[in-house]
């Protein structure tokens, strides 16, 4: 049953990466360009919609299994209250993952509650408008920097049980 739990974490873990990269290299760059200009609004709020819920899935299930696979490996409350979670190469491995872990948590909440529907807002008021180009461009900046992070959330959880950090 534990192997399970680790197979549906690394599962989660490639839909959530996957998903990102091929927004940010597959479906962006093809609605970029020229003959797509009139459709690239509705279809990259549409997609965006979509890909949302997938992503929030994803992360959700990674911290649920993330908790049990701890839970397999005999951590528990005590663990944490304690900090002897925190200590040594597995221990140091695991806390820059869950500090990264809730930094990308936190701009995707930023990127979905404030950026989007910022994008989205102005764009139904105006397609033309020009301030639209700045908020698509950080929220394109955005989108990269979490995939940055997510590559690094992977190292660390390789580590994890590769020697930790140390
Ligand atoms: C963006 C979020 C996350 C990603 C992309 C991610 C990715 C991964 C990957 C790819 C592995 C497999 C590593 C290997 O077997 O070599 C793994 C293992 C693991 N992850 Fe995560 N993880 C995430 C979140 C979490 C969270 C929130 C927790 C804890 C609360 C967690 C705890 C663990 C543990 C304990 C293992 C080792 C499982 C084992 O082999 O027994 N992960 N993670």
């Known amino acids: 049953m534990r192997v399970v739990f680790v197979w549906l974490h690394v599962v989660a873990a490639a839909v959530w990466l ?6 940010a290299l597959g479906v962006l760059p093809v609605l970029r360009r020229p003959e797509y200009r009139t459709v690239y609004g509705p279809i990259v709020h549409a997609v965006g919609l979509r890909s949302r819920w997938i ?5 959700a299930v990674l911290v649920l299994t993330g908790l049990h696979n701890l839970a397999a490996l005999g951590f528990g409350w005590s663990h944490v209250v ?10 140091r491995a695991l806390a820059w993952k ?5 930094v990308i948590i936190g701009l995707n909440l930023v990127h979905d509650l404030w950026l989007g529907p910022r ?3 102005r ?3 105006n397609p ?3 301030s639209l180009r700045w908020v698509r461009r950080a929220a394109a900046w955005l989108g990269r920097l979490v995939v940055l992070l997510t590559l690094v959330v992977f190292y660390l959880a390789v580590m994890l049980r590769r020697g930790g950090l140390s």
């Open 123 to 125: 764009w139904q008021a």
């Open 55 to 59: 992503g929030w899935v994803a992360l």
């Open 82 to 91: 304690s900090g002897q979670i925190w200590a040594g190469p597995f221990g």
């Open 128 to 130: 033309d408008d020009p």
């Open 119 to 121: 994008v989205t807002r």
């Open 18 to 23: 996957g998903s990102l990269i091929f927004l």
């Open 98 to 102: 869950l500090v990264w872990v809730g």
